[in-house]
């Protein structure tokens, strides 16, 4: 089965490009360049190039022997924590800047949740020297304060969202219309694998990378390069993306993407989607979304910031339809237990995005021989206020 | 039947008023007063925009007229089912304007059917892909005598400006500048030379501008080069600051009609 898009940039009936008319030509720009330039010797020696020096790829495919043994099977963790800023965003914001210098642009724009693409679109302007606008929503500035700084500290501009629910849709919406309004020289990084065709396919291969390695890390370590489990979270869905894409043509391996369930799937506060949503269109491009009878986009609901999404990338729509990955929930309580228990098993303090794949552990069943790789897509650096807040109310509760 | 988009067309050239206003604002149920005093005032058409929880082409005063159509509890099937007595009220082409997933999410063949039975003239949809537009609406539209207008920018090439000529139906929107609606560009000189390679095509359809056409100055403007524009943000903007309808609508079609007074910038 073919993970990438047909020629019409459709994924059996989703993806497409559903956009105004004075987006049509940047579009088209994309459509008719993004292959012949991602192709290109040189840029491929300059992008592999940037991943090894400056991201610091391949990251560490980790066996995790405590997890392993409390889940009595084993398990790996792709560190794509390890990165350079903090997560797997960096491996598309590199990819694109370097398309998008290509094609001259000179002002960059991106829409950020959790703050760690906006954080990643930023180093790479910086890096590049572009100028660099996030649009970031009101919520999600204040619950992930440090990035926020260190975007500015990069010198991006932030601009807040005040619109809707003020997290990562709104932001989107007012990404978009910023390149409405600047379509001659701005290119748009999305951050994950949505949006209009070419975005889908073009993230989706810049993360690819993921997979790839992990290929020959197996290999390496167990003597085959296929697991038997890919977990990863799904917020756009583009570290999941990454993390599946070469496993397309290899049926053995379960594929598991894991969206956020918030409050729970029948509270009315949730970010999962597939479960919570039909087909229609969101911000170009045909999908799930989470809609009311009359098609008005729903609030989604994540504790995360870079789950909080009301879309899907269509790859994943797909996919899901065709039963060739598997979609499992987790609330905000089940992420945040995984999160410590992570952090006093490993050492490792995953992002909040990322403890919802690790979370997903206790909803599986392994078999001892099982190999299961889960896609840690980033470090909890930016979630310590959530979690000590957590930790605090924990304790509060068991004097009570 | 005679679609009454190219009726007005056939009958009028140059200067033609259109105005669009969000369904269900300001308030739950206004939309007809609005379309009946608008065509009082002489109003040539008017675009309905179904709102949406999302409009991503539109700027801050469409945005904030969807919003407060939603809080007043406005859907499509409402907005239909207030649109009723249109045809007993006026004969103005109508069209709506709005994003597919409204119109997806009502069922294709039922929102063309219930266009045709309001008595809905045309339809923008500025989202909506033409390849979509050729496999799910043309059969559709044409069964239902619902015309698709297309846009095109500015910036559209003329192979794909020659291919929108060809599909579009009662006329071509010409958006004014590369921008989302309600922006201050106003009709930049730029146009000028767009307009020129336009009437060199000699096109099948009139064009009719679009998005920041705030006064009277940018309406005579825009009429000294194609043969119409679409009024919206500077409209709604209005109605948000009045507390009634009456009077202000027939004020404000006579503020962009009337020649520009030097005070009114
Ligand atoms: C660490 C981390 N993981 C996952 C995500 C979700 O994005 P995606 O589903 O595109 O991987 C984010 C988004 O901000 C993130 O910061």
Redesign the interface.
Known sequence: MNFSVDE?GYYGEYG???????L??NIEELQKNYLNIMEDKCFQKEFESLLRHYVGRPTPLYLAKNLSSEFKTTIYLKREDLNHTGAHKINNAIGQILLAKQLGKKRIIAETGAGQHGVATATVCALMNLECIVYMGQADIERQAPNVARMKLLGAKVRPVN??SKTL?DAT?EA??DW??N??DTHYIIGSVVGPHPYPDMVARFQSVISKEMKDQLLNQTGSELPTHVIACVGGGSNAAGAFFHFSENKTVKLIGVEASGKGIDSGHTAATLVAGRP?????SKTY?M?N??????EPYSLSAGLDYPGIGPLHAYLFDKGRATYLHVTDAEALDAAFNLSRTEGIIPALESAHAVAALQKLKFEKSDVVVINLSGRGDKDLDTYINYLNEKADGKQD | MENRIDKLFAAKKRNILSVFVTGGFPKPESTLPIIEELDRAGVDMIEIGIPFSDPIADGPVIQNSNEVALENGTSLKKLFGELKMLRSLTEMPVLMMGYLNSVLQFGLENFYKTCYNTGIDGLILPDLPLDEYFSDHKALAEKYNIHLVFMISPSTSPERIRLIDQHSRGFIYLVSSNATTGNDNGVKNELDQKVKELNSMNLNNPIIMGFGIKGSKDFGRACSLVNGAIIGSAFISQLTESATIEGVVSDFIRSITTPKNIFQL
Not at chain 1, 16 to 22: K, L, R, T
Not at chain 1, 280 to 284: F, S
Not at chain 1, 293 to 298: A, L, N, V
């Open positions: 019409r497409g490009a559903y956009i105004p008319e004075i049509f030509n619109s809707g849709k919406n978009i219309r409405i309004n379509a001659g229609g269109v969101i911000h170009g979304l809609q009878e009359d098609g008005q986009i729903t």
